[in-house]
């Protein structure tokens, strides 16, 4: 079950927009769950003020790993961890589990039982690695193949639908805005970065 009320689209696709005010009230006039839930978020990005961007970056990337958690959950009965993992070996192509750790900015712990129940699932498997014996390559079978590309489909609807009100160039300067967030953070805290 997605958090947002679902509304069809032009497309005729399902997505939870919140947007849809129409949808945000119960028919006995009270507020609905995603009304309730939209004014608890809105509190909490106000908690700080505009001053604390971190923060709200942060709360935002909570947003989107718990949406994440459930989408994946419901769609694939997967865990976040090993949605990571498909998602990484899909992307980066056969790698290590330490690859894909420092890929993700994970611990190699949560990477390594991610690995072992996708592998139980035959959703990945594991080659020998020539480059170093302790460690194997990952790569997608068939069916996690199948699995990933289900639900990366999926995921794209969800993130225009989630960026639908930000035109070409608004969705570029938020993304330069964030790397250059981002650099001044590396740049300025590199031990504490490290994996």
Known sequence: MLIYPQVRHDKGELFGYVGAM?????????????QSMLEASERRWQLFGPTHLPYRILLLAKMIDRVTTQHVRDRAAMSL??????????????????????AAF?????VSRAVAALEQRQLIQRDPNPRNRKSSLISLTGEGRSIYGTVREER???YEDWLED???????QLDDALR????RIVLGNPDALKP
């Open 22 to 34: 129409e949808t945000m009230q119960s028919p006995d006039g009270e507020p609905s769950p995603a």
């Open 81 to 102: 961890a090993e949605w990571r993992v498909i998602s990484h070996v899909a992307l980066m192509g056969q790698c290590s589990a330490a690859e894909i750790a420092e």
């Open 106 to 110: 994970v611990d190699r712990s949560e």
């Open 156 to 158: 794209t609807h969800m």
């Open 166 to 172: 930000l035109g070409v160039e608004d969705r570029t």
């Open 180 to 183: 250059t967030v981002m650099r």
